[in-house]
Each structure stands twice: as structure tokens, then as C-alpha cells.
């Protein structure tokens, strides 16, 4: 049988693509979300016109808050019982205003949902990893953010950083049956995986904490966005979702199994570039 991926986050953006590539290339696929329109948007309309008939059993999915660890049991017990097994758990889980000027429950609130719901998500899945044949595997998603930073963005980086350590600390001591990965992604043009009807106003959006910080939505990969943005990369582009999804499926399948503890920063070569105010 096809390895089993569990997915956080899947109902839109860089999750809802790693959903679809690893379906499309015959992998069996859990999706979680705690957006529930997203989620059945995603696995109700967008998954079936795009994935052939016969992968549609394939997939499953539920809705999941990474804050509650009643609903994170169940979901994972939902996913073995459909599909016998977990073999690669993947996990994606803002900013603007200076800091002593947001409320300290703002900059928990993040934390609990980026680093302590990886954390959640990791516990709940560890009995059944260490089940997986080939040695389970947890790909945890952090940002460029951890290490690079624009005003204001304390919550976010503080959480990304922490996702690094705490994978390091995990590949330690989850080996050897599991192996932990980080992918690090820069910018990512995702807005295209959201459907528009289901988006609040744009307000209503910058204010929910539960969102990531680049919501608004475009019809297509990379609309809008200047040529001057694409230069500004090395590789000669900003990057898409697939991106992201070919580095999961690599470490979560086809690393080999000699990887652990490390972190993969996929940003087209941005972070090299030295660059000074002209």
C-alpha cells in the first residue's frame, strides 16, 4: 500500500497544494483543517475535478483545531482507522503592528496555534509513526521568518524559530523510528489556493490570528506581483506551492531514511542575496 500522509493546514494554501501533488502522485492523503468551509471546499469541490476517479478513496478528511487535543485524537484515529496507518505527518500551520502595542494574548494566541499545535499534533502521532515500516517521518513547516525578519513580526518569528529548535530536539529524540524535518519556505504565492466566495472581507481577515498574514486572493499564480519581485530572486521567480510539495514528498518518501534534524530553506535564493538600502 501507498504511504499515508497526515496534513494540517490543508484546506488552502501551500497545504491544500501538498494535498493535492501528493494525491496525484499516489500517495493516500489525511486532510485536516480547522477551517471547515476551506476543508469541504477543498476535499468536496476541488480535489474530485482535479484527482482521477479512481484516487478519489484515496483521501479522507476532518475538521481539526490544533489547540484542542480532544479533536486532534480523534482525527488521528479517524486516519488509521481509514487507512490503517500513519506514515509522514506533515504540519503548516501575523503581523503589523509594533509590540507594545498588541495584547499579550495576540502573541500567545500564534504560539499556541504554530508551536505548541506542533507540538500537540506530534504527540498524538508518535505511537503510530513508530508503527510505520519504513520508519515514520514529521515534516514540520516553519518560515524564512525565523531567521530573516520585517518590522513587527514578533509572534510569527518567535513561533517559526521555536518550530526549528523543537524539531532538532525531536529528531534527537524520536530516533531512530521516527525522523523529523523542517522545510523553511520564503515567499510562496498561494493565494490562488483559497476559494474567493468563502473569504471574508479583507479586514476581518487581518484581524483573525488563526490566518496567515498573506490573505488576500488572486485568480492565478503570481498575478499582480511585480517583475521586479521575480528578479529579486536568484532562480528568476517567486515560488508556488509545488515547490514545497516536491520537498515533503522527498523527505517525507524518498530521502532514504540517513536525514534527520534538519532544516531546508526553499526561497529561490532570496536570503543570499546582499542587499543595502540605495
Known amino acids: 500500500m501507498s504511504t499515508v500522509f497526515f496534513i494540517t493546514g490543508a484546506g488552502s494554501g501551500i497545504g491544500r497544494v501538498l494535498a493535492r501533488e501528493l494525491l496525484l502522485k499516489g500517495y493516500r492523503v489525511f486532510l485536516t483543517d480547522y477551517n471547515n468551509a476551506f476543508l469541504e471546499d477543498t476535499c468536496v469541490a476541488h480535489l474530485p475535478s482535479v484527482v482521477s476517479c479512481d484516487k478519489h478513496v484515496n483521501f479522507q478528511w476532518v475538521q481539526m483545531n490544533v489547540c484542542d487535543a480532544e479533536q486532534i485524537t480523534k482525527a488521528i484515529a479517524q486516519c488509521v482507522q481509514a487507512f490503517g496507518s500513519i506514515d509522514v505527518l506533515s504540519q503548516y500551520m501575523r503581523a503589523g503592528v509594533r509590540m507594545d502595542q498588541v495584547p499579550t494574548s495576540d502573541f500567545e494566541k500564534i504560539i499556541s496555534v504554530n ?14 509513526l513508530e508503527q510505520s515500516p519504513g520508519g ?17 513580526g514578533e ?30 519556505p520564503g515567499m510562496v504565492d498561494v493565494r490562488c489556493e483559497r476559494n474567493e466566495s468563502l473569504l471574508p472581507d479583507v479586514q476581518t481577515l487581518r484581524a483573525d490570528l488563526n490566518r496567515d498574514f498573506q490573505s488576500e486572493y488572486a485568480p492565478a ?16 521567480r517567486i515560488g508556488r506551492g509545488e515547490d514545497i510539495a516536491r520537498w515533503v514528498e522527498f523527505l517525507g518518501v524518498l530521502e532514504g531514511g540517513f ?7 526553499v526561497d529561490g535564493g532570496y536570503s543570499k542575496v546582499l542587499s543595502y538600502p540605495s
Open 115 to 128: 508551536l505548541i499545535g506542533t507540538y500537540r499534533v506530534s504527540q498524538a502521532a508518535i505511537p503510530y
Open 136 to 152: 515514520g517521518v514529521i515534516v514540520n513547516m516553519s518560515s524564512c521568518r525565523a531567521t530573516q525578519q520585517s518590522k513587527h
Open 259 to 265: 536525514t534527520t534534524g534538519g532544516t531546508y530553506l
Open 221 to 236: 499564480w503570481g498575478a499582480g506581483k511585480s517583475d521586479a519581485l521575480s528578479e529579486a530572486h536568484p532562480v528568476g
Open 155 to 184: 509572534a510569527y518569528a518567535a513561533s517559526k524559530a521555536g518550530i526549528e529548535g523543537l524539531s532538532m530536539s525531536m529528531a534527537v529524540s524520536l530516533g531512530p523510528k521516527i525522523r523529523v524535518h523542517v522545510v523553511s
